[in-house]
């Protein structure tokens, strides 16, 4: 029965630690699309080659954020989902970089595609973590959302105003739902047994 009481109580410190380390990485990835929202509305406009690198450093961070995701969780934790949204949103940025040689509407495009798959990713990460962590629900609203997000880049590309600056919404609501997601698991933390 010691035994038992033991094999929860580590359990239930792996869990409260990996919802500390997705708490931090939560409000990491609000503070990036915070700051992202920020420069490309100062500069995107007026400067192509910033444009341009944002439009790229966009998924890169999503490879390096996907990684420290997979950091966050015990050694035993399933990261089959981690491992292929990275495998994704690196096809992207070589993707969006090779696109944008051709223009805009194109980069859109592949920017889209990539929000429905990372969206369908972090839909099913949000659904399979809600059990065992809790707090899931904005994850899961903000996978959804991201796919139909893609849907529209994809379906206004080729429209005359369309540019990065249509992906300052998405990536704004990113932030929000990164932020309600890290608040969540700040509450989950609190409520966690503690262990002996």
Known sequence: MNSLNQSNATVANETAETAKSLRKLYFLRAAFSILWV??????????????????IIYPVWDVIATFLDI????????KKMQFLNAVISSTTTVAVALALQKGIPEALIVFGVWAILTGLVQLILGLSRRKQL?????M???????????GSFIAMANAPNSGIT??????????FYFILAAYRLSKSIKTAPVGA
């Open 71 to 78: 950091k966050a969780n015990p050694p035993g934790a399933p």
């Open 140 to 150: 899961i609203i903000s996978g959804g959302q991201s796919m139909l997000a893609g």
């Open 166 to 175: 249509t992906l300052a919404g998405y990536a704004a609501f990113g932030a």
């Open 134 to 138: 809790g707090g899931q629900w904005p």
């Open 38 to 55: 920020i420069l490309v509305l100062a500069f995107a406009k007026t400067n192509a080659g910033i444009a341009t690198i944002l439009f």
